[in-house]
């Protein structure tokens, strides 16, 4: 209520009007995010670039074409007759060209912008890497197949093509090619749509729509090569399209030549000047020449500043601990092994700072979005993690790159190349499960985030010229707070070795981090199961202690932590598998993790003077009373007892005692008394807030506390009476 009432007190904005005149009120908040506030900002986009700008911010498409035609009324107000004389004018240009060059094919430039819009992907889907092929395109599509440049079946452009005479029914079959390849394209078949976009080349090579599509599939494919001949291809074809140079702006970054790509981008921008697209990528490609040039590690270690990291901190000898670790079952030394691993690298990071590299970066593959990087956050057998700022926002964000692309440099062993490519391709496969497992996990709490921007981005680019590397990642939104094996000691306890008798405090905040880690951690499994993924329930596989990142409030008065006050975040995806199990707590219990909170139980109980489950020490008793609803994980209860519904609401609304059916019918009298007085004394609209509250109580979402806390805001002052009544229900 509080917050409903500070909206509402707060001024509307010009674009909040028209869309609550438009009933699109749901989108206002969207819209304050981004700081766009006037129905100006949006038309500064243009009509043909304001469709693919929604999309990427979550606009439905009735949302957007209702915002479209108001916005853009002209051109929303073509008639059905306009497009049919428009129809017969482009049938009898076609006819034309029997008798005419080829180059006469390009269509008139008035009033035909928007169907050349229609006709193209638009540049963000076009901008997408493959999701479900990322390695094994190349040797599964021969060049032959998919008309590659260099060893393509399409011919090559020259003078005998500039006097081809183009019939309508090649123009119409070249235009059905062209539809099917943009749905190939759009579905991620990025072979079939360049297979599709050749043969509507075939048909007719002077057409520059063909060229740029095919170019956004080569792009799809990490061919940019060839995506850059057929960008070149439609620009030739086009001179004054801004597509096509958008396109060849886009290939350009990918090879790693920003400065061309700005170029590019600039005539393109020219071309269009209130596409807000465009204008980002002119400012991304400046970004990336200012990082090209700051770019440099040292004078003889060459601008790849993470091979040069790998080079100053040997990775063998830690991976070698933590194989050891894990082989004798201790998941506390594998992930303190790693947490060494992790601090070394960030140690070789700051001496490369020192040795004049003042600005470490990274670039997304495909659109050379620049991340300053400020951290190395964690790190694994093939992953670090870097923390960052993305320059063009100042959004803060992780990126997760699989930094070792041949085992061979850290094994001693020789590898040949197959080999390094056959690891190369087992790195990338494993970096697409890590962006299709996230993408999947959109919208379910606790797991970390893809960053909304550079969801579709598989790869960074480290470095510049010939020592420029691209290595598989995966961006996400900033992973805040600390591994909870850093704020709970598993072999020596509450306190840590130094500390026989913890505080009251201590003990409590201690207690209630873990009941706040096991509480996300099971909304975590729940969200994944509702998309069919899973833990393997024996828990190998996870959820383990160094995926577990927490904030924690400072200790307290015990009593007062609620799990509201801690914010956790499972970082690691890998263990989850495809499975259609029932949503259980077993993987948890049985699970690194698991283990790792009973470690922590076990030596802290006997600093606590527990025996048989008894303390004398009365402060330590009090604390203990308030969390025996992780009994389930600090004994291991038997699996048939580990309904995940069922310990969720253990943790939220408490342990359920067995009610005689007098006590229950009389309960449910008093709760109908109880509504109906509410009803009456609140009005429809509180009344209906209480029962969401309770509604989410019973979900096991918020706990018996927090529903009652609530109920202040919508009780009181006025219903002092009301709302004791109320808790004297809930809590009672």
């Not at 291991?636 to 229950?664: C, F, N, Q």
Request: aromatic residues 6%.
């Amino acid at each position: 209520m509080a917050a409903a009432a500070e909206a509402s007190a707060s001024p509307s904005s010009p674009l909040a009007e028209l869309l609550a005149s438009l009933g699109l009120g749901r989108y206002s908040r969207l819209f304050e995010e981004e700081a766009i506030d006037t129905p100006e900002l949006l038309t500064s986009l243009g009509s043909a670039a304001f469709p693919e700008a929604m999309r990427e911010l979550g606009v439905d498409e009735y949302a957007l074409a209702t915002l479209h035609a108001a916005l853009f009324p002209q051109a929303s107000s073509r008639s059905q007759e306009e497009e049919e004389e428009e129809e017969e004018e482009e049938e009898e240009l076609m006819l034309e060209h029997n008798d005419a060059a080829a180059a006469t094919l390009s269509r008139p430039s008035s009033g035909r912008r928007g169907d050349e819009e229609e006709e193209e992907l638009t540049l963000e889907q076009n901008n997408e890497l493959p999701v479900d092929e990322p390695l094994l395109l190349e040797e599964n599509a021969p060049v032959e197949s998919v008309g590659r440049r260099g060893g393509s079946t399409t011919p090559a452009l020259g003078a005998s093509q500039a006097s081809v005479k183009i019939g309508i029914g090649a123009a119409e079959q070249a235009s059905r090619y062209k539809d099917e390849g943009n749905v190939a394209q759009q579905a991620g078949r990025h072979t079939e749509a360049v297979q599709l976009y050749s043969k509507a080349i075939a048909c007719n090579p002077q057409e520059a729509v063909f060229f740029s599509n095919r170019s956004a599939a080569y792009i799809s494919l990490r061919h940019f090569q060839d995506a850059l001949a057929d960008a070149d291809e439609a620009a030739r074809l086009k001179p004054n399209w801004a597509k096509a140079h958008s396109r060849r702006g886009t290939a350009l970054m990918a090879l790693g030549r920003p400065a061309e790509a700005r170029t590019a981008f600039e005539r393109a921008s020219t071309l269009e000047p209130r596409n807000a697209q465009l204008r980002a990528m002119v400012i991304e490609a400046e970004e990336a020449v200012e990082a090209e040039a700051a770019d440099v590690v040292s004078t003889d270690g060459g601008s790849n500043w993470v091979a040069v990291l790998n080079e100053e901190v040997r990775h063998k000898p830690f991976m070698d601990d933590a194989a050891e670790a894990a082989e004798g079952g201790s998941a506390i030394e594998e992930a303190l092994t790693y947490e060494k691993y992790a601090r070394e690298l960030n140690i070789g990071l700051q001496e490369l700072r020192e040795d004049g590299a003042t600005k470490l970066v990274v670039r997304s593959g495909a659109r050379g979005a620049v991340v300053d990087v400020e951290a190395i956050a964690a790190a694994d057998v093939d992953t670090i993690m870097l923390d960052g700022v993305l320059r063009r926002s100042g959004a803060r964000l992780s990126v997760r790159v699989w930094h070792i692309l041949t085992r061979f440099d850290w094994e001693d062993e020789d590898g040949g190349a197959e080999d390094d490519a056959m690891l190369e391709r087992e790195m990338r496969a494993s970096c697409e499960r890590e962006r299709a497992r996230l993408e999947r996990l959109t919208g379910a709490e606790v797991w970390r985030k893809l960053v909304k921007n550079l969801s579709n981005e598989t790869e960074v680019a480290v470095g510049v010229g010939s020592e420029m590397r691209r290595y598989p990642a995966v961006f996400t939104e900033r992973i805040e707070g600390r591994p909870l094996f850093a704020l709970i000691d598993a072999d020596h306890g509450c306190g840590g070795e130094e500390c026989d008798e913890p505080s009251a405090s201590l003990l409590d905040l201690q207690l209630a981090t873990v009941k706040a880690v096991a509480y996300a951690c099971l909304v975590a499994m729940r969200g994944a199961h509702e998309v069919g993924l899973a833990f393997e329930p024996s828990g190998t596989t996870g959820p383990f202690p160094a995926h577990v990142r927490v904030v924690a409030p400072p200790a307290g008065s015990p009593g007062t932590l609620n799990i509201s006050d801690f914010s956790v975040c499972l970082t690691d995806v890998e263990g989850l598998q495809e499975m259609s199990t029932s949503f259980t707590a077993k993987p948890l219990v049985h699970s690194p993790l698991g283990n790792f909170i009973r470690s922590w139980w076990l030596a802290t109980a006997p600093k606590l003077g527990v025996v048989n489950g008894q303390t004398d020490n009365q402060e330590y008793a009090a604390v203990l009373s308030r969390y025996g609803t992780l009994n389930w994980l600090l004994f291991s209860w038997e699996d048939e007892r580990l309904g995940g519904e069922e310990i969720l609401r253990l943790l939220t609304v408490g342990p359920v005692v067995e009610r005689s059916a007098e006590d229950l019918e009389m309960a449910q009298r008093r709760w109908n008394a109880f509504t109906q007085e509410a009803f009456v004394r609140l009005g429809p609209r509180r009344f209906d807030e209480m029962k969401a509250q309770v509604a989410l109580m019973n979900d096991g979402e918020i706990t018996a506390k927090d529903v009652v806390a609530r109920a202040r805001y919508f009780m009181c002052p006025d219903h002092e009476d009301l709302h004791e009544a109320f808790k004297e229900i809930i809590l009672g």
